[in-house]
């Protein structure tokens, strides 16, 4: 997730993706009257709740990222395309371009974005609060907020590697269009039968079969959308995310084990390697090709103290075969 690149941020609870927390990225918050001076972001920030339909989670997840950064679309700020497109996965996208002034520029866009915190806009952004970070002289993410508990939102990053250009008014830009085109008629994924694309994980978290299996145990469980694809579960000492993802194919490796969830389907069981209780079991629940497949994982923690890894897994492994029940 492109916010929770900003590394001193910490690891916030809710990412997913590569841990960039060793990177020492500074985190600026770019004040309002340095977003009017650079032409983004003017204005107030947008109070009130936030009601629009073309943002919610359940429509983003069948847009296709990629195609919203056309070369029609990047050609209304004079960009030249540089080479294809880089998907990280359902609702990201990445591509290279030279600007107007010739100076090369990489942008990340990232539609649901997680751990987004609305507290921190500073303007607004096609009449949605916007929140600004810029991590150093050549980079930053300008994010619309879409909701506000839990902090959701569409994330731009634009990074002039060679330095030279204005990133925050770039990303604030390119930001506006993408949420114009998610108003109007944005270009579709077509979900093929049996695809995880979308569903809504919360829904598994929250149905008969996973509440069972996960039990009461003195408290009611607090389930929360994290991302396109990614949902959080609380229960007291335990939580619990679920992330579906398209990607290499899982398979056993060392200081794992291979377990059956059902009849014909195995998973992979990674107990956690630190002193926390935590393990979590991941599967291939489409296969696309040698190389590719649609993969869902449960992530499971538990934070007593007399809680153990062993523990740990038994607990993952039977809410993961009551998760497999949900699913297509």
Avoid at 176 to 204: F, K
Wanted: glycine residues 12%; negative net charge.
């Amino acid at each position: 997730m492109i916010v929770c690149w900003v590394a001193t941020l910490g690891l916030l609870t809710g990412c997913a993706g590569e841990d960039l927390t060793k990177k020492n990225f500074e985190r600026t918050t770019v004040p309002a009257t340095e977003l009017a001076e650079s032409g983004g972001g003017q204005g107030s920030v947008p109070s009130g709740p936030i009601d629009d339909p073309a943002l919610e989670l359940a429509t983003l997840r069948t847009v296709d990222a990629c195609g919203l950064l056309s070369d029609d679309f990047v050609g209304n700020f004079n960009f030249t395309p540089q080479e294809d497109f880089g998907s990280g996965g359902w609702g990201e996208c990445s591509r290279s371009f030279v600007d107007v002034g010739g100076k090369p520029i990489r942008v990340s866009l990232e539609l649901g974005e997680g751990g987004v915190f609305p507290d921190q806009a500073t303007g607004n952004v096609a009449g949605l609060p916007l929140v600004q970070l810029s991590i150093d002289d050549t980079s930053c993410i300008s994010t619309a907020v879409t909701n506000h508990n839990p902090g959701l939102g569409i994330s731009l990053m634009a990074n002039y590697e060679q330095g030279g250009g204005d990133a925050c008014q770039t990303s604030y830009l390119v930001l506006e269009g993408v949420v114009e085109q998610l108003r109007a008629n944005p270009p579709q994924l077509m979900p093929e039968e049996g695809s995880l694309l979308t569903v809504d994980l919360c829904e598994s978290f929250q149905s008969e079969e996973f509440l069972a299996a996960l039990g009461e145990d003195g408290d009611e469980a607090d389930v929360m959308p994290s991302g396109l694809h990614f949902c959080m579960l609380s229960q007291g000492r335990i939580t619990a995310h679920a992330y579906a993802r398209v990607g290499w194919p899982v398979a056993p490796y060392e200081g794992t084990n291979e377990i059956e969830l059902v009849d014909g389907l195995t998973a992979v069981q990674e107990p956690g390697a630190s002193d926390m209780a935590e393990c979590s079991v991941s599967w291939n629940h489409r296969e696309l090709g040698e190389e590719e497949a649609e993969i869902l994982s449960l992530h499971y923690y538990d934070y007593a103290s007399e809680a153990d890894v062993d523990t740990a897994c038994e607990r993952v492994t039977e809410l993961a075969k009551a998760m497999v029940k949900t699913l297509p």
